[in-house]
């Protein structure tokens, strides 16, 4: 709805904690102090991560002839947010979206309200919508950098969380809930800070690593085998969930661990598995873990058998009894 087709439109007001007052107010007069009024946005999406995006007519008043995201507009008195978010899809693009099991992904409070902003995911046929010519010029599908674009050439309106749009529908799904993406590769410099985080929280699971100086030399050990690229990492997002550094020289895993939250996802096996790219065909590979009987070693034990390691020898690694395992 534009700011001026429709002034008998009249609406809920509520108070600054979004309870109804019972009270409503006509459209196209201020707000009195106080009182508030709901406003929503509906932002779809396509499988590609493309968001929907509709240009203004140059008549409507409020960001005139401007790109807008999909649909958004004022709930009417009796709507609750969903009726109200449904409606304005229907009405501006003619497209019926049932929205009755979604919540707003968030909320942005302005001035005179609150504005509720679903995320939707359709693969929709842009010429079997039925544009709102009061409202909507016409429509098209853009991607992220297309749409900061857009915002720099002032042809679209300046949300100043919109690119945070995109990075959203790939991190959270549409109940809101956190999505995992754990992907591995080879950590750079700039992976520092989170593998050090990292290390704090698994510090006492490891024998040499439970004084302040010991964590400073690990920390030491960590940058040069960034530099010769024996770190490889596992990450959701941009936190570090697991850390393996191996030495080429001597074909052996030199640190290994996961975050507690983090195990039984196979994320060791991934962070071993890309190791295993940079060692020869059939070379074997070693490494020191926990000996028989001890209660903190049965995992890792259970780990390296099922990725063909044997147990090989007895030793001492920084004051504690270990085992070697190879895997030929």
Known sequence: MTLNENTQEFWDLYTKDREKTGKVHQRGFPVPE???????????????????????????????????????????????????????????????????????????NFSEGFDDFYIVEQDIDLGSLRLQPEEVRQVRWADKDEVIKMQ?????????????????????????????SIHTGFAGLAHLESWMSLAEVIRADFPGMDTDDAMSSYCHTVVRHIRNGTAIYAADGRMLTGMLLFSKEESKIRCLAVHPEYRRQNIATRMVQLMLTKTAPGQAVYVETFRENDEKGNAAREFYRALGFVPDKLDICENYPVQLFVRK
Request: net charge neutral; glycine share 8%; hydrophobic share 40%.
């Open 152 to 180: 720099a050439q002032g042809i679209m309106i300046p949300y100043w969380f919109i690119d945070r749009l995109f990075d959203i529908r790939e991190i959270y799904d549409r109940q809101g809930e956190r999505v995992h």
């Open 34 to 108: 106080g009182s508030y009024h709901l406003a929503v946005h509906v932002c779809i999406f396509n499988s590609k991560n493309q968001l929907l995006i509709q240009q203004r007519q140059p008549f409507k008043k409020g960001w005139p002839n401007m790109w807008d995201i999909s649909v958004g507009g004022s709930a009417v008195a009796g709507d609750n947010s969903i009726r109200a978010a449904e409606r304005e899809v229907f009405e501006e693009l003619g497209l019926k979206l049932d929205l009755s099991g979604e919540r707003p992904f968030l909320t942005m």
